[in-house]
């Protein structure tokens, strides 16, 4: 069993910056992404990110390419969030995928965090 508790969203104005956080515990598999997906009421969750367990290669959408950064220390993966956009607002979930090889799938990812809340004003 792995589990996942994300944190640090909140509310922010346009161009700001804000951080996420997921803290990993349980069994975990060096070769296994960690991902950050996003999701708005009446739309399917999107991939923001991944990274691999073991750390290295590392994922983007395009849609935030150049504004977001995943890191990972540890048993915690980051997600920087630069220049934020109004489009931006969504619950972000981080999640582990132990399911499949398509890290921008999220039929991929077995293990879900709870979410956490990202506005963005403009």
């Known amino acids: 069993q792995v589990q996942l508790e994300e944190s640090g969203g909140g509310w922010v104005q346009t161009g700001g910056s804000l951080r996420l956080s997921c803290v990993v515990s349980?069994?975990?598999?060096?070769?296994?992404?960690i991902g950050w997906f996003r999701q708005v009421p009446g739309k399917e969750r999107e991939f923001v990110a991944a990274?691999?367990?073991?750390?290295?290669n590392t994922y983007y959408a395009d849609s935030v390419v150049g504004r977001f950064t995943i890191s990972k220390d540890k048993n915690t993966v980051y997600l920087e969030m630069n220049s934020l956009r109004p489009e931006d607002t969504a619950v972000y979930y981080c999640?582990?995928?132990?399911?499949?090889?398509?890290?921008?799938?999220?039929?991929?990812?077995?293990?879900w965090g709870q979410g956490t809340q990202v506005t963005v004003s403009s």
């Open positions: 990274i691999r367990w073991s750390g290295g």
């Open positions: 999640a582990v995928g132990n399911r499949g090889i398509v890290y921008t799938s999220q039929n991929s990812y077995g293990y």
């Open positions: 349980g069994h975990m598999v060096s070769n296994y992404p």
